[in-house]
């Protein structure tokens, strides 16, 4: 579990609260992909494929993959961002840890 917490850049502890914590932050960070496949299957599915069919059209299977990228692109930038906005309220000391899972 220390290599998952360390992979994920959370530091590995022996204490029983740092080891909840780190569970806790797994847990969201499964919870936060399971929304971001969500999201992407719902609005580039929509976006793309008017009416499903048994195949993807050319022009259908270019447009997910181009909507799925940008999709991608901006929920690791609001990642980064919310990440980076969390490491300097630590910093300052506040460590709160609020609203993770509301990405």
């Known amino acids: 579990m220390d290599t998952i917490n ?8 022996s204490d029983p609260k740092s080891a909840v914590m780190n569970q806790i932050r797994q847990e969201a960070a499964v919870t936060n992909a399971r ?35 940008k999709y991608m692109a901006a929920w690791n930038t ?10 300097q309220e630590q910093a300052r000391g506040g460590g709160a840890m609020g609203g ?3 990405l």
Do not use: W
């Not at 360390?6 to 502890?13: A, E, K, R, V």
């Not at 969500?38 to 270019?62: A, D, M, Q, V, Y």
């Not at 609001?78 to 490491?87: G, P």
């Open 6 to 13: 360390n992979s994920l850049g959370f530091p590995s502890s």
């Open 100 to 102: 993770m899972g509301s």
């Open 35 to 69: 929304q971001l496949i969500e999201k992407l299957n719902e609005h580039c599915f929509e976006k793309c494929i008017p009416s499903p069919g048994s195949s993807l059209s050319r022009k259908e299977e270019t447009c997910f993959t181009q909507c799925m990228e």
């Open 78 to 87: 609001v990642s980064r961002q919310y990440i980076q906005r969390i490491q």
